[in-house]
């Protein structure tokens, strides 16, 4: 059975940090390209960063740009999404999710289209919140 389990997510004050890892499962990771989507209280899902296959190059959403690192590590069959410098405004329930087919670049940005954002597969998702 294909899975994404998400972990790692928390209660932590501005500033700090938190590594989410996306584990999965029934398939080869590294077959995929990865993204990473967050979901706010009252907001629209977004787009956060994402991994090519290709060459494993990675692409941030202009608010994280700097603070957020992501990075598969195959072996493992796991993504990570480190974030550091977290802000009130990161609060969210954070999903990984994989899509077969690579991700088109634009503007330094992958293209995530749609209600589904072209991805095939979903975790269901970890909280992040971010306050003091």
């Known amino acids: 059975q294909l899975q994404l389990v998400e972990s790692g997510g928390g209660l932590v004050q501005p500033g700090g940090s938190l590594r989410l890892s996306c584990a999965a499962s029934g398939f080869t990771l590294g077959y995929y390209a990865i993204g990473w989507f967050r979901q706010a209280p009252g907001k629209e899902r977004e787009g956060v960063s994402c991994i090519t296959h290709r060459d494993g190059s990675t692409y941030y959403q202009d608010s994280v740009k700097g603070r957020f690192t992501a990075s598969r590590d195959n072996a493992k069959n796991t993504a990570y999404l480190q974030m550091n410098n977290l802000k009130p405004e990161d609060t969210a329930v954070y999903f990984c999710?994989?899509?077969?087919?690579?991700?088109?670049?634009?503007?330094?940005?992958?293209?995530?289209?749609?209600?589904?954002?072209?991805?095939?597969?979903w975790g269901k998702g970890t909280l992040v919140t971010v306050s003091s």
């Open positions: 999710a994989v899509r077969l087919v690579d991700f088109t670049i634009v503007q330094g940005m992958c293209v995530m289209p749609g209600s589904t954002h072209g991805m095939d597969y």
